[in-house]
T-cell receptor
Framework: QQQVKQSPQSLIVQKGGISIINCAYE??????FPWYQQFPGKGPALLIA?????SEKKEGRFTISFNKSAKQFSLHIMDSQPGDSATYFC??????????FGTGTRLTIIP | DAGITQSPRHKVTETGTPVTLRCHQT?????MYWYRQDPGHGLRLIHY???????DKGEVSDGYSVSRSKTEDFLLTLESATSSQTSVYFC???????????FGQGTRLTVV
């Protein structure tokens, strides 16, 4: 049973464009929604996170949009750069419990 | 980098042999996790710990056991390794407050 569904599996975006990755969750008890970035050979690292009391959070070129009623959240990368090429994971948890991850999106930014 | 170290970083082992992976943290975080990463499956939780000697199963716990005798160390044991356990294993730590989890660099395990 997959509690966090992520799409697309892979994404190719031109440099300067907007990258959008979507996630949907099932458990309405989730109260923490992070996005992790992973480069080859490295462990995932926190990129940005949101809690359900706000609908949007922005940090630099990265924005999380959150739709509580639809149980969906998405990552937007503005002005995408080749250095953003990585695998991105959404995740969700409630309280101090375990993080449940999506299946990942491999993002490639082409010149 | 968060103070989390996994060892070994790479290991090749034969089917049927026991294998232990170690996760060591210097952050004194309460929560520790073992995930495996496989193409198409993302990160799946194997076992986790919420304190010394307090552990629980994740979604893919069959064939794995864990132990946590000290706050800083969380061991993952494959009792009898199988080829289906070939994967990259990540340890993660998390403090109280339900916030950021920090991941180790991973252990690439190959079972032949």
């Amino acid at each position: 049973q997959q509690q966090v569904k992520q799409s697309p599996q892979s994404l190719i975006v031109q440099k300067g464009g907007i990258s959008i990755i979507n996630c949907a969750y099932e458990n309405t008890a989730f109260d923490y929604f992070p996005w992790y970035q992973q480069f080859p050979g490295k462990g995932p690292a926190l990129l940005i996170a949101i809690r359900p009391d706000v609908s949007e959070k922005k940090e630099g070129r990265f924005t999380i949009s959150f739709n509580k009623s639809a149980k969906q959240f998405s990552l937007h990368i503005m002005d995408s750069q080749p250095g953003d090429s990585a695998t991105y994971f959404c995740a969700a948890s409630f309280g101090n419990e375990k993080l449940t991850f999506g299946t990942g999106t491999r993002l490639t930014i082409i010149p | 980098d968060a103070g989390i170290t996994q060892s070994p970083r790479h290991k090749v082992t034969e089917t049927g042999t026991p294998v232990t992976l170690r996760c060591h943290q210097t952050e004194n975080h309460r929560y520790m996790y073992w995930y495996r990463q496989d193409p198409g499956h993302g990160l799946r939780l194997i076992h986790y710990s919420y304190g010394v000697k307090d552990t629980d199963k994740g979604e893919v716990s069959d064939g794995y056991s864990v132990s946590r005798s000290k706050t800083e160390d969380f061991l993952l044991t494959l009792e009898s390794a199988t080829s289906s356990q070939t994967s990259v294993y990540f340890c993660a730590i998390r403090g109280t407050g339900g916030t950021e989890a920090f991941f180790g660099q991973g252990t690439r395990l190959t079972v032949v």
